[in-house]
T-cell receptor, first 113, second 116 residues
Framework: KAGVTQTPRYLIKTRGQQVTLSCSPI?????VSWYQQTPGQGLQFLFE???????NKGNFPGRFSGRQFSNSRSEMNVSTLELGDSALYLC????????????FGPGTRLTVT | AQKVTQAQTEISVVEKEDVTLDCVYE???????LFWYKQPPSGELVFLIR??????QNEISGRYSWNFQKSTSSFNFTITASQVVDSAVYFC?????????????FGQGTTLQVKP
């Protein structure tokens, strides 16, 4: 079974621009979560989607948004990029809503200049 | 408030040494899951183990073993006879089921370097 895939793997953007990251979960998984990883803050939860509904959101500004499609694929969007948004963005999928093991993709490395 | 603490930032050992990575957690939920993930230089988090709050049995998988103690809120991870391929960042994480959040709360990670 294919794992979680994320595109693109690397991205360089300029301050003020917006970016969209994509995540395809493991086949059959309906829950998708997003995390931001930075050297200073570590791994922080962004949001979780299940059956196209956002079930939970982390403590991030409204510039961070996401959605999930009927095929469980998910996208996250960051508008008005700031230098501090430079990070590794990890997507994870799980079979169950609350207590499923989350399997992670390789991440998208975003650099904001 | 929920929290996961990995006090060891970096550990360096020589191959074949045993090494224990510490993890202490805080939660008000009675039902929760604890996890360990490995992050090699490639960046992808690799799932190692999940334990639920009602199962305090220790677990062994090859050279890996885990010790879960609710009395001390700890979930420690031991690698026996370490190998160079074990070099990675290891994360302990908590998922609170009672709160129905579905999110993982991660510790800061422990960087393990195994030297030949």
């Amino acid at each position: 079974k294919a794992g979680v895939t994320q595109t693109p793997r690397y991205l360089i953007k300029t301050r003020g621009q917006q970016v969209t990251l994509s995540c395809s979960p493991i086949s059959g998984h309906r829950s998708v979560s997003w995390y931001q990883q930075t050297p200073g803050q570590g791994l922080q939860f962004l949001f979780e989607y299940f059956s196209e509904t956002q079930r939970n959101k982390g403590n991030f500004p409204g510039r961070f948004s996401g959605r999930q499609f009927s095929n469980s694929r998910s996208e996250m969007n960051v508008s008005t990029l700031e230098l501090g948004d430079s990070a590794l963005y990890l997507c994870a999928s799980s079979l169950q809503e609350w207590d499923g093991v989350q399997y992670f993709g390789p991440g998208t490395r975003l650099t904001v200049t | 408030a929920q929290k996961v603490t990995q006090a060891q930032t970096e550990i360096s050992v020589v191959e074949k040494e045993d090494v224990t990575l510490d993890c202490v957690y805080e939660t008000r939920d009675t039902t929760y899951y604890l996890f360990w993930y490995k992050q090699p230089p490639s960046g992808e988090l690799v799932f190692l183990i999940r334990r639920n709050s009602f199962d305090e049995q220790n677990e062994i998988s090859g050279r890996y073993s885990w010790n879960f103690q609710k009395s001390t809120s700890s979930f420690n991870f031991t690698i026996t006879a370490s190998q160079v391929v074990d070099s990675a960042v290891y994360f302990c994480a908590l998922s609170e089921v009672d709160s129905n959040t579905g999110k993982l709360i991660f510790g800061q990670g422990t960087t393990l370097q195994v030297k030949p």
